[in-house]
């Protein structure tokens, strides 16, 4: 079997090779814009500290004021629920932790809802310059 996509970037984890991308969004509590500043640069960090940890690769991340876009790739066994639900947990410990005002303002960082789409019917490219162009909104 030949593999149609040779741009496409496969993984493996021993026993198959897969490749699963995702665009997730995901919101402050209430919708709040507090993703600015140094909590956004510190958001990112997190994001991308955990990737080995909870099995997932960063393409991309945009962090606006009231929402957070992200375009990861995960591995099918650990699910992209499980994924979002640990990003999210961990960020939102480490950030209202180090940002004390989080906790002045929100109850808790994060919405329950998250927004996930499977990056299948379009190229990975498309995604990004989707995401890109948010910046500018």
Not at 42 to 56: A, D, G, P, S
Not at 82 to 109: D, M, Q, Y
Not at 126 to 132: G, L
């Amino acid at each position: 079997m030949e593999l149609i996509n040779k741009k496409k970037e496969y993984q493996s984890d021993g026993q198959f090779i897969y490749s699963c991308q995702y665009h997730v969004i995901f919101c402050p509590k209430y919708r709040r814009r507090v993703l600015i500043n140094d909590i956004d640069r510190r958001l990112r960090e997190l994001v991308y500290e955990k990737q080995t940890e909870y099995k997932y690769k960063v393409f991309d991340i945009n962090v606006m004021p009231d929402h957070v876009h992200l375009l990861l790739s995960t591995n099918p066994k650990v699910g992209i629920y499980t994924v979002v639900s640990k990003i999210k947990g961990a960020t939102s410990f480490v950030l209202r932790n180090e940002f004390p005002i989080l906790k002045r303002k929100l109850p808790c960082l994060w919405t329950r809802s998250r927004f996930i789409s499977s990056v299948g019917a379009v190229t990975l490219e498309a995604v990004q310059k989707y995401i890109e162009e948010q910046k500018n909104k």
